[in-house]
């Protein structure tokens, strides 16, 4: 058995092994010939007499780690008293950053994410939409529209770092916009999400059968009122659907974000898309370079908070489409 304990420690040091009766904690100081000596740390000696012992096994010496192994026998007795429980850490949406991490909070990168995406969807959704309408019902067909189209599909495989150095040049260094404002962030990613929300809405418009706007023709509408009365409310659903599913790609970016400053460190909630700001993604980046182990879990929650808006929105895409989706 002391051969195994050894084992486990690192660069052949022994790790620290705790016994705990009830409430009473007591360290191994030594095994020889079957015999174990304890050093009492919490409670009392005869509580470990006939008493079901469970062993905790602590990898890293004591000297190698900042909480002594008192400390940790007392955090074991505190929880065998019932002091200390696993409760849910509904602290993390109600504070906001801090150096520390038992106090820090996700709360000013939510509403970061938040304003960035409201600027993202009233950029890029209407634009995207009008884009298609334009290019699939009301362009012709020539060169200049098959450039266009072609330089569409494209931008949409561009790599999200590429528009953050034309964020960080254009919007930043030409035209002055604040630094690490949720207004540049959703510009940014607006232009990134940009060709996806057009190419899913010509989708969308071409599903729409001929007959639909042969019918609105052929009973006097012009070609806009076709369009706008007609085609368009059949294709909305199909288009929403491409903007939702753009917008959940938006929101877990996080190279742009970063070249244009939104990893600093926000410890006040922004109240408008000119302050400063930083978003999930780049909060989870930035807890995850952390040195200290505390910030890991922290790191960890954030994720299943960012994962759980995304599922909630591609929840809504599939709802929608079962809802409004019609099969011509």
């Known amino acids: 058995m002391s051969a195994k304990i050894a084992a486990i420690g690192q660069h052949g040091a022994e790790p620290t092994v705790l016994l705990v009766a009830d409430k009473s904690v007591a360290r191994i100081k030594s095994m020889e010939d079957g015999d174990v000596i304890l050093e009492i740390l919490t409670g009392r000696q005869d509580q470990f007499d006939g008493a079901s012992v469970k062993a905790v096994i602590i990898p890293s010496p004591e000297d190698q780690r900042s909480v002594s192994d008192q400390q940790i026998a007392w955090a074991l007795a505190l929880k065998a008293e019932g002091v200390i429980k696993r409760?849910?850490?509904?602290?993390?949406?109600?504070?906001?950053?801090?150096?520390?991490?038992?106090?820090?909070?996700?709360?000013?990168?939510?509403?970061?994410?938040?304003?960035?995406?409201?600027?993202?969807?009233?950029?890029?959704?209407?634009?995207?939409?009008?884009?298609?309408?334009?290019?699939?019902?009301?362009?012709?067909?020539?060169?200049?529209?098959?450039?266009?189209?072609?330089?569409?599909?494209?931008?949409?495989?561009?790599?999200?770092?590429?528009?953050?150095?034309?964020?960080?040049?254009?919007?930043?260094?030409?035209?002055?916009?604040?630094?690490?404002?949720?207004?540049?962030?959703?510009?940014v990613l607006a232009l990134l999400i940009l060709p996806v929300v057009i190419i899913a809405a010509r989708a969308a418009l071409r599903a729409v059968p001929p007959s639909i706007r042969s019918g609105a023709l052929a009973v006097g509408a012009s070609r806009m009122q076709a369009v706008f009365h007609h085609v368009l409310p059949l294709a909305l659903p199909g288009m929403l659907t491409g903007a939702i599913l753009g917008m959940a790609r938006a929101l877990g970016e996080t190279a742009p974000l970063l070249l244009i400053g939104m990893v600093a460190f926000v410890a006040e909630v922004p109240s408008s898309t000119t302050d400063e700001a930083t978003a999930l993604p780049v909060l989870i980046y930035s807890w995850a370079s952390n040195a200290e182990r505390a910030w890991e879990p922290m790191t960890a929650a954030v994720i299943v908070i960012l994962l759980a808006i995304l599922v909630l929105m591609n929840l809504a895409v599939v709802l929608l489409r079962r809802k409004f989706e019609r099969r011509w």
């Open 87 to 187: 409760v849910p850490h509904f602290s993390l949406l109600t504070h906001t950053d801090s150096t520390y991490p038992e106090l820090a909070g996700a709360l000013a990168a939510l509403v970061g994410s938040l304003l960035t995406m409201l600027v993202t969807a009233a950029v890029s959704i209407p634009m995207g939409i009008f884009a298609a309408i334009f290019l699939e019902e009301f362009a012709p067909k020539n060169r200049l529209t098959q450039i266009i189209e072609v330089n569409i599909n494209n931008l949409a495989a561009v790599p999200s770092i590429v528009f953050g150095l034309l964020g960080a040049t254009l919007l930043l260094g030409t035209f002055g916009l604040p630094r690490s404002a949720p207004l540049v962030g959703g510009l």
